[in-house]
């Protein structure tokens, strides 16, 4: 499943930034390195996102070992009210810049799980921004699930997420709720990357 990338001059300048996040060849190692562990602890496919727009661009990605897979490369964008990563960073916006936001946009519902109303989804938003906690309950594709945990910069904004997603079937919400302090971890590794 593929979305486009929403074409204005802020998005091209995040497009960049995540170009050049992706591309940059020692530091985009250290950071795949650090997925790379932390996928062979949780034994789940986890990813490096940041916003753009209203789409969450996949920066890095590093797959578990299960055949059954979420095509999702580095470069692929998607709703951000529809995933765990994109509903974390919409959830460190002010209201009115969010609410502004998502009326250029369609929230779409992507599966019956989907939160299309803004009020429902203003209500999840605060929740998230509270714990600094995001999931994917099946939002965005039936049967797989997610979390998210921020990267925050030194003044502590949330320029970037970690994320993991993993089959319902095999990895049921509350056990991915039970790698979230590892996910920080890793957050707190990647944010070194950085420079901040």
Do not use: W
């Not at 650090?34 to 916003?51: H, P, W």
């Not at 309950?137 to 925050?152: D, K, M, Q, S």
Request: glycine share 6%; hydrophobic share 40%.
């Amino acid at each position: 499943m593929q979305f486009t990338l929403h074409n204005t001059a802020s998005g091209k300048t995040r497009a960049r930034r995540g170009t050049v996040h992706l591309n940059h060849g020692d530091v985009q190692r250290q950071r795949h390195a650090i997925l790379k562990g932390l996928v062979a602890d949780i034994g789940q496919t986890c990813n490096l996102t940041m916003l753009v727009k209203s789409q969450v661009l996949y920066l890095d990605r590093m797959e578990s070992p299960s055949p059954l897979r979420l095509d999702l490369q580095p470069g692929t964008t998607v709703p951000a009210h529809s995933c765990a990563s994109g509903k974390l960073f919409l959830s460190k916006m002010p209201k009115d810049k969010r609410h502004a936001l998502l009326a250029q946009t369609k929230m779409a519902a992507l599966t019956p799980n989907t939160l299309t109303d803004i009020n429902e989804l203003d209500v999840e938003l605060e929740r998230i921004n509270v714990r600094n906690v995001s999931i994917d309950n099946e939002e965005f594709v039936l049967g797989i699930t997610g979390t998210a945990v921020p990267i925050f910069d030194d003044k502590q904004n949330c320029s970037d997420a970690i994320a993991m997603h993993g089959q319902v079937a095999t990895t049921p919400l509350t056990v991915s709720l039970s790698f979230i302090p590892r996910l920080q971890t890793a957050a707190q590794e990647l944010a070194k990357t950085f420079g901040f």
